[in-house]
């Protein structure tokens, strides 16, 4: 096997609203992912026609608001993560901290040091932070009051944010990303946009006006961040669903590349070459609008092309199958992306298609599209754990996941791919985004807490602990 690069960044990634709980401690206000209620229906919920986002505890349980209170247990969990070897910690800042509203001109000074404390704890270790501006958890003020990211006051609500913590933290932090997964919107814009069908997700010119606010708001937090310190590198995060034609049909073949462009492609090409690709006005046409009716101002375009990101964040958890040419095909479950089963892939539990050597093929990708470095922040497999008398979960499962995926990434380095790090995503058990489940576990630590709330909240470490621990240390050599 390849070896990895000897500074190669092993971690773990996390975001604030799946682990912090303390939704309404020190001044923090809520974010639309507190108002997401549990279970699988959670999207169906907010997609009610009329749905108004106010939080109803007789109807709904709210399993972020209590996370897995890594708020009061930071240091306990981050003392685990260096116990594993942990080089770097991707984890993200909840905005409706530092901004309980969003729209305030000064910033909560208690919720900035709840981020102090965390940074300190990581830089305690030798553990680097990796920090994502904003993870699906934009306060819900700016949803309710002014509509989601479809509204260009945006910009100037996430610059300012984006300017306090970055002047703060930029010191300390090297690794930033701007906006977690931007490209999920196209399929599920309630997250990354705050839009639902009673504010405007089923018009797709909304979307596309939100994402266009997006990148003009993540190109000044990229001018920023590059004025306070030369070698700092700001990415930006893809949800990559590696894609392919379900047969050599050429039908099946263009639509893949149609579907490769729409979703995996688009939000790239704009964050990393600066520049709307070519092919933005056949996209836009498909869904019945142009670029020119968007609204975009005088200087974006220019400030788009002046700060292109430094590396390409991703997710990657599973690849999709595109076929046009034959209806009655099953169609697959996924990570907020769709198509049909592919007969060569098993799925996990949640029917996500598993597929290492899709990851090998999207290192590939990105890396050769745009000759950046990129960095797989989130890989993992979500499971159904089951602990033992002695709370202990012997999952061979997740780590014949994640060693397969590892030697997918040790193949791409051998093709050529520069790859800056590997952080597994929820290294430690938390609230799933799609189902707002604790069951669904993807951590090397198990957490006791079950999906109704109930569970002493302890941490125990699992069989893949011990084995991460032992690929970090040497290296990715023992798997
Ligand atoms: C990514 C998100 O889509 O996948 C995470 O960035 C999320 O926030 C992760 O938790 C896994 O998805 P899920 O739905 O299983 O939690």
């Known amino acids: 096997m390849t070896k990895f690069p000897k500074n190669f960044l092993w971690g773990g990634a996390t975001a604030a609203n799946q682990l912090e709980g303390a ?9 639309i992912a507190d108002a997401l209620p549990g279970g699988r229906e959670r999207f169906s919920i907010v997609n009610q026609p009329n749905f108004d986002w106010k939080i109803d505890n ?11 209170d890594h708020y009061h247990r930071y240091q306990e969990d981050i003392k685990l993560f260096a116990e594993m070897g942990f080089k770097c910690y991707r984890f993200s800042i909840a905005w409706s901290r530092i901004f309980p509203n969003g729209d305030e001109s000064e910033p909560n000074e208690a919720g900035l040091k ?7 704890e990581c830089l305690k270790y030798n553990i680097q932070p990796v920090i ?3 993870h699906y958890e934009m306060p819900l003020h700016l949803v309710t009051e002014y509509g989601g990211w479809k509204n260009r006051k945006l910009i100037g609500f996430y610059e300012n944010y984006a300017s306090v913590v970055l002047n703060r933290y930029a010191k300390k932090v090297k690794y930033w990303m701007t906006f977690n997964e931007i490209n999920s919107a196209l399929h599920f814009p309630v997250m990354g946009q705050g839009l639902v069908k009673s504010n405007g997700a089923d018009d797709k010119k909304n979307i596309y006006q939100a994402w266009h606010n997006q990148f003009v708001a993540g190109a000044k937090a990229v001018k920023i961040a ?4 030369s070698d700092l590198m700001i990415g930006c995060m893809i949800l990559y669903a590696t894609t392919y034609a379900y047969d050599a049909n050429p039908e099946n073949q263009l639509a893949a590349l149609k579907e490769n462009q729409a979703f995996n492609e688009f939000c790239g090409d704009v964050q990393v070459r600066g520049t709307y690709p070519a092919y933005t006005e056949s996209v836009m046409n498909r869904y019945g609008f142009s670029f020119k009716d968007l609204e975009v101002h005088d200087g974006d375009l220019e400030l788009l092309k002046e700060n292109p990101v430094d590396y390409i964040g991703f997710s990657y958890y599973m690849s999709t199958a595109v076929n046009v040419t034959d209806k009655n095909l099953d ?3 996924g990570n907020l992306v ?3 089963k592919n007969p060569f892939l098993k799925a996990s539990d949640w029917g996500w298609q598993i597929d290492p050597t899709g990851l090998r093929i999207a290192l590939n990708e990105l890396y050769n599209r745009y000759q950046k470095p990129v ?9 159904v754990d089951k602990p033992d008398e002695n709370n202990f979960v012997q999952d061979d499962y997740r780590i014949n996941y994640l060693r397969q995926h590892i030697e997918a990434i040790s193949g791409a380095i051998s093709d050529g791919v520069d790859v800056l790090g590997y952080t597994p995503w929820g290294c430690i058990d938390l609230v799933s985004a799609s189902t707002g489940q604790m069951s669904k576990r993807y951590g090397f630590i198990y957490v006791d807490l079950d999906d109704n709330g109930k569970g002493t909240l302890n941490r125990y470490k699992k069989a893949s602990f011990n084995w991460y621990k032992k690929v970090i240390s040497t290296n990715g050599e023992e798997l």
Request: charged share 20%.
């Open 58 to 68: 007789a109807k709904y349980r709210y399993p972020n608001h209590l996370g897995i």
């Open 226 to 229: 590059h004025s306070l310190r």
């Open 338 to 340: 769709g198509g049909v």
């Open 331 to 333: 169609s697959a479950n």
């Open 23 to 31: 939704f309404d401690e020190d001044g923090k206000g809520l974010s």
């Open 114 to 120: 709840f981020y102090d404390k965390l940074i300190d």
């Open 375 to 383: 960095f797989v922040v989130e890989n993992g497999l979500g499971a």
């Open 132 to 134: 994502t501006i904003s």
